[in-house]
Every structure is written in C-alpha cells, then in structure tokens.
C-alpha cells in the first residue's frame, strides 16, 4: 500500500452491466492516466445498516475472505429535551439499548457557587442567579447494531415525550484482502451477498 501523502479516492462499483464498465481495463487505464493509480490486493465493501462486526468476521472467515479492516460502528443519539424519568428509564432499560449515559453541567454550578461567595452579593442575589443557571442534563444513547434510521423512528415513538437528534450513523465499511489483478472477480463475488450494498476500488493519488 502507499503510505506516504497518499489519498484514497473510492470508485463505486455497483453490481448492474453499466457499473460494471466502471472497473474494465479501459476505465482502469484512463484512471491511471488520470492521474491516479489503484492500490492492488483490497477492495472495500458498503455494507448493509444492521451488520454488526461478529456476523461479518463470521460470514467473510466462512467465504475464506481476508478481512483486512472494518468499521462498524452503531447508532447513537442525544436527547434534546428533558423527558419524564419514566421515560428514561424505559429507555435505559430498553433491549436495544447498549448503552446509556450522560454529561451534567453540575461541576460548572459548584464552581459558580464558589465564585459567587467572593462577592459581595447578598444571599438573594446569589440564590437568585443559582436559580437562573438551570443545570443540564445531555443523556446519550446507543443502540445494538440491529438499529438503523428507520427501525430507530419506530422504536421512538414508544417515547412520546422524548425529543433526539441522530450524533452518529456512519456508514458500515469493510477492507477486503484479494488477489492481485483479480479484484474486480472477487468484486462481483462480493456484491452478490445479501449483506453487501456496493463494494469500492481504492485509489492512490500520484504525486
């Protein structure tokens, strides 16, 4: 592999007669001349959002497939409001949860405390700006890797009450080892698997 100062550029190769003229020797060739080169022995493979990396370890050591790395990672979001404790505790307990925890402003409001006591401010004073810096709460969630975007939605609406935004939903990823100059072959092998949505050449920018 090219190491040095190297950019990675991902050919798409979708498994249709069109796409497949993506990474014929002519294309390959124009790439190069292009300014270009792809780096020979690995592919990387788009993979379907509900993988987890066990069952993709498992299904590639079955196909007797290098796995050279993989990234996969699952869904986590934050709540942006402030639910019943009911609900997040309905949450927490949930069998899709994997995860659950959260980041307090409560250190920043002892030291606002302490910094109020060196002033001259009257109790009421000080009390009254207490009061007024609420403390937050950000509680984070994460999902087993069963979880997408659209089995998330309905999940969700288990929780009324509860407002999130999405923080983390990356694409699933595998580097697969092949031989080289054979790597379109094991392409086509590769896209034909349930799990996989578009498998990738990698290229090297020439400097």
């Known amino acids: 592999m090219i190491r040095s100062l190297t950019t990675l550029i991902l050919v798409f ?3 249709t007669i069109v796409s497949a003229q ?3 020797d002519s294309s390959i060739e124009d790439a190069q001349n292009g300014g270009y080169t792809f780096v020979e022995g690995m592919f990387v ?4 959002d509900t993988v987890s990396p066990g ?3 498992e299904q590639f050591r079955e196909l007797e497939i290098d796995v050279l790395d993989e ?3 699952p869904l986590v979001i934050s709540i942006v409001n402030s639910p019943s404790d ?3 505790e309905k949450l927490r307990n949930h069998k899709n949860v994997t995860a659950f925890y959260f980041e307090s402003s409560k250190n920043e409001a002892l030291k606002l405390e302490r910094l109020l006591e060196g002033t001259s401010l009257s109790e009421e004073q000080k009390e ?3 009061n007024e810096t609420a403390l937050v709460e950000t509680y984070f969630v994460e999902f087993d890797y069963s979880i997408n975007r659209k089995a998330l939605k309905k999940l969700m609406g288990e929780f009324r009450d509860v407002a999130y935004k999405i923080i983390s939903d990356q694409l699933r990823t595998v580097t697969l080892k092949a031989e080289p100059g054979n790597e379109p072959l094991l392409m086509d092998r590769v896209e034909e698997l349930p799990f996989v949505e578009s498998t990738a050449m990698i290229g090297a920018i020439k400097n």
């Open 71 to 73: 990234y996969i990672k």
């Open 55 to 57: 069952f993709i370890r």
């Open 45 to 48: 493979a788009y993979l379907s």
């Open 128 to 130: 009254q700006i207490l």
């Open 13 to 15: 190769c979708f498994s």
């Open 22 to 24: 993506v990474i014929d």
């Open 86 to 88: 009911e609900s997040i």
